[in-house]
């Protein structure tokens, strides 16, 4: 096999073209291998299924036949690799094989001549960026990244405090409900219709639900009006949905619940004070809300330098100007969709039939100018870690705890090392090191503006 890079004019830096000659003897063995892989189906008077000599088959069929899956597995394995070692020659990274014109498909030329393919790849490459020593972030958008430290550890109290109360059923028939409380309920919702009249809508009505008073879960007004009422009592309760609820068909419609409270249950939360605090592992109160309050400030820490990253990375994409392919995107925009498509039909629901097709074609050209983004942000980020030492071994140990912590999983250093199924792993983590030094070294250099 021979691999040519061709020069396009045509193409912007995020695509590639080259020139593939396929010889015959490496054509012929792909059509004996296909032959092998699909005998079983091939019928031939006097024979068995499966049983069909090579020779007779091609007789009968031609070779042209297993053509078209031969280039195939051509593409899929051989050429790709081929392509991709050619593009990491210039420390460039093969996305995907975007575009594929066969120049013959007549067997008598291919025996003579073999097979030349042309081939279109998109790539991830770097660049020298410029504006690394312009990069500004407003005091704004830093503060709006911040964390009030105070509030959030309140919550963060209050969030472990219900987790950690009990739930005891009311038995007092006369018992009144107070914000706070589970309400046991049923209900069927309603709006007008043309003529004026209640029509219960779809997804309005349910038999048993819990719901806390309180917990805003419900549309606005509608746990508000619960407040007061007893075990058994009815009422009907009137809201109006949101302007922008994800309905379309209720947005702004005044409706009405007709509810029946089934049980009451009153939440019990713990009292706030060193045994609350043992129980959840901690030495003190004072201890325990220590932690917490170091807990949300190191998050609140990472909040600011990840808007600063985010912010510098958008910058650097804008000033370089740099080019991705629009093949790869689109392709993969809709390789994403079916794959989301496939998740719904599963429930016996389809995308392409319960939307119109032009709300298709926006769902899918706006995730295709995400993956644009997506694939500009990735150049710069492999940009500023291209220049970076390689990675030590305390530092893939480090990433390999991380790994492990967010996956549960028990990876030994020399596991992944001495292992070659391991070894596009290690690879990205040795990778994520530099980038998250190259990173680091970026957040430096950003000056904070008015």
């Given at each position: 096999m021979e691999i040519k890079n061709i020069k396009d004019k045509d193409l912007n830096k995020g695509e590639e073209k080259f020139e593939i000659k396929v010889s015959n003897e490496e054509i012929e063995k792909k059509i004996k291998e296909e032959f092998e892989k699909n005998k079983k189906i091939i019928q031939v008077p006097g024979f068995r299924k499966g049983k069909v000599p090579y020779e007779l088959a091609i007789k009968m069929y031609g070779k042209e036949m297993f053509l078209n899956q031969a280039i195939e597995s051509l593409m899929e394995k051989d050429i790709t690799e081929e392509i991709s070692k050619e593009i990491e020659k210039e420390n460039n990274k093969l996305l995907a094989v975007v575009g594929l014109d066969?120049?013959?498909?007549?067997?008598?030329?291919?025996?003579?001549?073999?097979?030349?393919?042309?081939?279109?790849?998109?790539?991830?490459?770097?660049?020298?960026?410029?504006?690394?020593?312009?990069i500004e972030v407003s005091q704004k958008d830093i503060d709006a990244a911040s964390m009030n430290i105070k509030e959030e550890v309140e919550k963060?109290?209050?969030?472990?405090?219900?987790?950690?109360?009990?739930?005891?059923?009311?038995?007092?028939?006369?018992?009144?409900?107070?914000?706070?409380?589970?309400?046991?309920?049923?209900?069927?919702?309603s709006i007008k219709n043309e003529k004026?009249?209640?029509?219960?809508?779809?997804?309005?009505?349910?038999?048993?639900?819990?719901?806390?008073?309180?917990?805003?879960?419900?549309?606005?007004?509608?746990?508000?009006?619960?407040?007061?009422?007893?075990?058994?009592?009815?009422?009907?309760?009137?809201?109006?949905?949101?302007?922008?609820?994800?309905?379309?068909?209720?947005?702004?419609?005044?409706?009405?619940?007709?509810?029946?409270?089934?049980?009451?249950?009153?939440?019990?939360?713990?009292?706030?004070?060193?045994?609350?605090?043992?129980?959840?592992?901690?030495?003190?109160?004072?201890e325990y809300k220590k932690h917490i309050e170091e807990?949300?400030?190191?998050?609140?820490?990472?909040?600011?330098?990840?808007?600063?990253?985010?912010?510098?990375?958008?910058?650097?994409?804008?000033?370089?100007?740099?080019?991705?392919?629009?093949?790869?995107?689109?392709?993969?925009?809709?390789?994403?969709?079916?794959?989301?498509?496939?998740?719904?039909?599963?429930?016996?629901?389809?995308?392409?039939?319960?939307?119109?097709?032009d709300e298709l074609e926006k769902i899918i050209a706006e995730s295709k100018k995400q993956i644009i983004?997506?694939?500009?942000?990735?150049?710069?980020?492999?940009?500023?870690?291209?220049?970076?030492?390689?990675?030590?071994?305390?530092?893939?140990?480090?990433?390999?705890?991380?790994?492990?912590?967010a996956y549960r999983t028990n990876l030994t250093m020399d596991e992944i090392s001495n292992n070659e199924m391991y070894k596009e792993f290690k690879e990205s983590l040795e990778n994520s090191v530099k980038i998250k030094r190259a990173l680091d070294k970026l957040v430096k250099e950003i000056k904070i503006v008015k």
């Open positions: 066969v120049d013959e498909f007549d067997m008598e030329k291919i025996e003579k001549n073999g097979l030349t393919l042309k081939v279109t790849a998109a790539v991830s490459y770097t660049v020298d960026l410029k504006g690394l020593d312009k963060q109290i209050e969030n472990d405090l219900k987790q950690n109360s009990s739930r005891k059923k009311v038995e007092d028939k006369n018992y009144k409900i107070k914000e706070g409380d589970e309400v046991e309920l049923s209900f069927k919702g004026g009249e209640d029509e219960y809508f779809k997804g309005g009505t349910s038999n048993k639900y819990n719901l806390v008073i309180g917990s805003k879960s419900f549309i606005d007004g509608f746990e508000d009006q619960m407040i007061g009422l007893k075990i058994g009592d009815k009422k009907d309760i009137h809201v109006t949905f949101p302007e922008k609820y994800q309905e379309e068909s209720l947005q702004g419609k005044d409706a009405k619940f007709e509810i029946e409270v089934l049980d009451i249950y009153e939440i019990e939360k713990p009292k706030l004070d060193d045994e609350f605090a043992k129980d959840l592992g901690h030495e003190s109160l004072k807990h949300i400030k190191k998050h609140d820490e990472e909040n600011i330098k990840n808007t600063k990253i985010e912010k510098a990375l958008n910058y650097l994409v804008e000033k370089n100007k740099l080019e991705v392919s629009d093949e790869y995107a689109k392709m993969k925009a809709n390789l994403d969709f079916e794959k989301t498509n496939k998740q719904y039909q599963m429930q016996g629901l389809d995308l392409k039939t319960l939307m119109p097709a983004n997506e694939l500009k942000l990735n150049i710069v980020v492999n940009s500023l870690a291209k220049s970076e030492k390689e990675a030590t071994k305390k530092e893939i140990e480090d990433e390999i705890k991380e790994y492990n912590l």
